[in-house]
């Protein structure tokens, strides 16, 4: 998307729930604040890229949360959790959960930008596999997966870091993993990358995971 001079991009969404939805409240205030000429993009990572005058960004993202739309920086950061439908229920799916990572995660700044996905069960419906971060929930613990990538040739399915684990447990991997990317991975290097460089058995000796 070509970026006017005097505005940044802001990456909108309506937030973590029951599938990636807009309300018509939401869509009103996201036409109230954009201007006639200008455009927005809806990309793959459940998010809206919009423009917005610099000066005017503090007081647009206020009225977006207003309504409940999430903004997240454009760039080189993690990106919004990607999840799954919840198709089973709030807390049986662990919407929680993926609710807490994503406060945790989302818009820390990385070598690369980065694409975490959750899934609440074992059919995989937010592709945890094929995203950098991958989150699957099976029965009452999670697994995490490191390294997967969608794109062309390279497609990969992302390594077990480790299954079995408790939510806490869960947030203190994916920030310590998000530690060890940003300390040892070079500019620009794309995280599928650097998992295959740096190699996931030294990932998860720096982890203590044996
Ligand atoms: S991954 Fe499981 S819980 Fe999530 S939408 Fe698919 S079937 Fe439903």
């Known amino acids: 998307m070509f970026i006017k001079k005097g505005y940044i991009q802001l990456a909108v969404n309506g937030g973590i729930g029951f599938g990636a939805k807009l309300n018509p409240r939401q869509l009103v205030v996201l036409g109230e604040y954009l201007e006639e000429d200008s455009e927005i993009e809806l990309t793959t990572l459940q998010q809206l890229i919009v423009q917005i005058p610099e000066e005017e960004v503090e007081s647009v993202k206020r009225k977006f949360e207003e309504v409940g739309l999430a903004c997240y920086k454009v760039g080189n950061y993690v990106k919004s959790l990607r999840t799954c439908n919840f198709c089973k229920g709030e807390e049986a799916e662990g919407m929680p959960v993926a609710k807490e990572l994503n ?15 959750y899934t609440g069960c074992p059919i995989g419906c937010g592709e945890p596999l094929i995203n950098d971060i991958g989150v699957m929930k099976d029965q009452d613990t999670y697994e995490l997966y490191i390294g997967g990538y969608s794109k062309g040739r390279d497609i990969k399915s992302g390594k077990l870091v480790k ?38 058995e030294q990932i998860k000796e720096e982890l203590n995971i044996v």
Do not use: H
């Open 163 to 200: 299954s079995n684990l408790v939510p806490d447990e869960l947030y203190d991997l994916v920030d310590k993993i998000l530690v060890i990317y940003r300390e040892n991975g070079k500019k620009r290097e794309k995280f599928y990358r650097f998992v295959d460089r740096f190699g996931i």
């Open 103 to 117: 406060r945790r995660i989302a818009g820390q700044e990385v070598p690369f930008t980065l694409k975490p996905a």
